[in-house]
Nanobody, 114 residues
Framework: QVQLVESGGGLVQAGGSLRLSCAAS????????MGWYRRAPGNERELVAT???????NYADSVKGRFTISRDNAKNTVNLQMNNLKPEDTAVYYC????????WGQGTLVTVSS
């Protein structure tokens, strides 16, 4: 069973920053593409950012220049640094591991107030 444990959500004012983290087992972390997705109220789940085991990144256009995804290979975690947050970034953010498995975390709520 694949377990992804997210942390770091919360309430922040527009223009502020938050950092999300997702911890995975070593075997999952080194063999899967890791990513963050989000689902805003009334919307479908959408891609935020992904990072391969080699470190290649991909971002949604809406977050380019504001969000940074990174891997901490020593801690088996993937992080999402979110800067200059906007009210439209409000959503539940999900960690994803994709490869042999397609696994999801439980989600962490990010609320950005105007």
């Amino acid at each position: 069973q694949v377990q992804l444990v997210e942390s770091g959500g919360g309430l922040v004012q527009a223009g502020g920053s938050l950092r999300l983290s997702c911890a995975a087992s070593r075997s999952i972390f080194i063999n899967h593409r890791m990513g963050w997705y989000r689902r805003a109220p009334g919307n479908e789940r959408e891609l935020v950012a992904t990072i391969t085991s080699a470190g290649s990144t991909n971002y949604a256009d809406s977050v380019k220049g504001r969000f940074t995804i990174s891997r901490d290979n020593a801690k088996n975690t993937v992080n999402l640094q979110m800067n200059n947050l906007k009210p439209e970034d409000t959503a539940v953010y999900y960690c994803n591991a994709r490869g042999y498995y397609d696994a999801w975390g439980q989600g962490t709520l990010v609320t950005v107030s105007s």
